[in-house]
């Protein structure tokens, strides 16, 4: 079996330039050229330098140019040239190729690599609903062609029968596959714009209409309608049989053998491959569409919960209130409130308790602004600190900040030697400034010492393995103050 990258392969049939274009700001330009040129071109693949250009001519017209570089023609004022220009990168590319047969004969030639590349780029594209029940005809194929008598018989079926056979079967299953992903991606794009519905209307119309599905599971259904599922499993246990018996192995390996050239090894090899990828999609189809059965139901819940937020929570209730108000003002223009005082009611609220706003307590109340605030720094003249005064403050700020350097020194005094340990029962300290080192030794890890050197160390206490008991904890009374017991252990 060959063992080289997928890219490796890739590098010996399309350049490093042929996906460069879809990165391209005028990947759109580039996209619509060679959908239009390939469906032109038709099965001969090729068209004139002429039809070329003016096919490029409309697409780049259909698109804003300022997608284009300069290098694709945005400079260029003259249509024609652009397009000359597009069409030049598109060769580039190795999209298309130019084939001159005379001096005024020139065509344009679709590169093999660019079909392959279109159709992937449509299946992405996909977002028609009929692909949820396409699906089942090609299963429903498949079933058939494995319930044929003597199919995968060995005894029966020459070895290039057996290898055209489990090869045809492989390829419909695999587009069975894309399709049931597709599928996928097709409920997921609901999703995405049920959540964006406006109104409940909206939201009805996505779901009955556009989706057309309703809520039944159409995968599930499609496929017990006419006893799909069934008719897989039993198909995979046949193809389970024949993944063990010798003899089919021989027979198919043999017809790789003839078909494609290869040793014996290899032939093995792919012979032992196909037959499990065969077995193992089959197996897969079940789970595949059960997961996307989950995501309709999905779909169908996000649909209801829409639908009940935009009636019951946001509703119409507001636009009717609007509409009533509006109704009134038309009806009672240039009226005062004062002239309803003895009139009759339109209608009887049915709340125990109403109130309604008028007058100026319906009014927009402005905001309390706060009094201005004095943002000046330092204090009067008057008042003014001596220089040695600030200094005196910033002196006691400093002897009471834990820095680094004061733990630095703690600890070469403590252990001047690398990997000794000491804890606090062993250490005595007398002042404030000492118990200040101890904390800056418990807050920091590292620092540079006096000599230039960085003194590392490490801070183990029980607390650590007693958090959830600490009345077990021990403590050990330091300058005036009690403190859980810990160790210290320099390591540099």
Same mark, same amino acid.
């Given at each position: ?50 039809? @070329? @250009? ?20 945005? !400079? ?7 397009? *000359? ?26 590169? /093999? ?11 992405? !594209? ?15 194929? =498949? ?18 029968? %057996? ?50 599905? &309703? ?15 069934? +008719? ?22 043999? *017809? ?45 819940? %996000? ?6 937020? #935009?009636?019951? %929570?946001? *509703? ?13 003002? !038309?009806?009672?223009? &240039? $009226? +005062? ?5 003895? &009139? ?24 309390? @602004? ?7 720094? *330092? ?11 600030? =200094? ?5 700020? #400093? $002897?009471?900040?834990?820095? /680094? #350097? ?9 252990? /001047? ?6 804890? @606090? ?68």
């Amino acid at each position: 079996m060959s063992s080289e990258f997928l890219s490796t392969r890739l590098s010996r049939s399309v350049s490093a330039d042929f996906f460069r274009p879809l990165a391209r700001p005028s990947a759109p330009v580039y996209v619509d050229c060679a959908d239009r040129l390939v469906e032109e071109a038709g099965e001969s693949g090729r068209l004139t330098q002429r039809e @070329t @250009t003016e096919i490029i001519k409309e697409v780049i017209a259909r698109h804003p140019l300022s997608l284009l570089d300069e290098d694709e023609g945005a !400079a260029l004022r003259d249509a024609r040239q652009r397009a *000359g220009q597009f069409f030049n990168r598109l060769i580039a590319a190795g999209w298309l190729e130019d084939q001159t047969l005379g001096l005024h004969e020139r065509w344009a030639v679709i590169t /093999p690599g660019l079909r392959p590349m279109l159709r992937m780029l449509r299946d992405l !594209a996909e977002d028609r609903v009929a692909e949820l029940k396409t699906f089942a005809d090609t299963l429903r194929g =498949l079933c058939q062609t494995l319930e044929e008598r003597n199919v995968l018989d060995p005894q029966v079926r020459s070895a290039e029968e %057996l290898r055209s056979t489990i090869t045809d079967l492989s390829h419909r299953l695999e587009r069975a596959i894309e399709q049931l992903h597709a599928v996928e991606k097709i409920v997921t794009s609901f999703e995405q714009r049920q959540r964006h519905t406006a109104t409940a209307a909206d939201t009805l119309s996505l779901l009955y209409q556009e989706f057309g599905q &309703g809520q039944h599971m159409v995968c599930y259904d499609a496929l017990r309608r006419g006893g799909l599922l069934t +008719r897989i499993e039993t198909a995979r246990s046949g193809v389970s049989e024949r993944h063990d018996d010798p003899l089919m192995r021989e027979r198919l390996a043999q *017809g790789l053998r003839e078909h494609y050239g290869y040793d014996d090894i290899d032939a093995q090899d792919h012979a032992v491959m196909m037959l499990t990828r065969l077995e193992r999609d089959l197996g897969g189809l079940k789970r595949r569409a059960e997961a996307i059965d989950l995501r309709m139901a999905a779909f169908n819940r %996000l649909s209801q919960q829409r639908y009940r937020y #935009q009636t019951e %929570l946001r *509703g119409r209730r507001p636009e009717l209130v609007k509409a009533y108000c509006d109704a009134v003002n !038309a009806a009672h223009s &240039g $009226r +005062r409130f004062s002239d309803f005082s003895g &009139g009759e009611a339109d209608f009887t609220p049915r709340c125990v308790e109403t109130r309604f706003f008028f007058g100026t307590e319906s009014l927009y109340r402005p905001r309390r @602004t706060k009094s201005p605030v004095d943002l000046t720094f *330092g204090q009067s003249g008057t008042n003014r600190q001596s220089e040695d005064d600030v =200094l005196a403050a910033w002196k006691e700020r #400093q $002897r009471l900040a834990l820095t /680094p #350097q004061r733990a630095a020194r703690l600890v070469a005094k403590l252990l /001047p030697a690398k990997g000794a340990s000491t804890g @606090t029962e062993e250490i005595h300290l007398e002042t404030a400034d000492d118990l200040l080192d101890l904390l800056a030794v418990v807050a920091y890890e590292h620092a540079p010492a006096l000599s230039g050197k960085r003194v590392r160390w490490s801070v183990d206490g029980a607390r650590r393995r007693h958090g959830l008991e600490p009345h077990i904890i021990e403590h050990d009374k330091l300058a005036g103050h009690r403190i859980e017991r810990f160790s210290v252990t320099r390591e540099a």
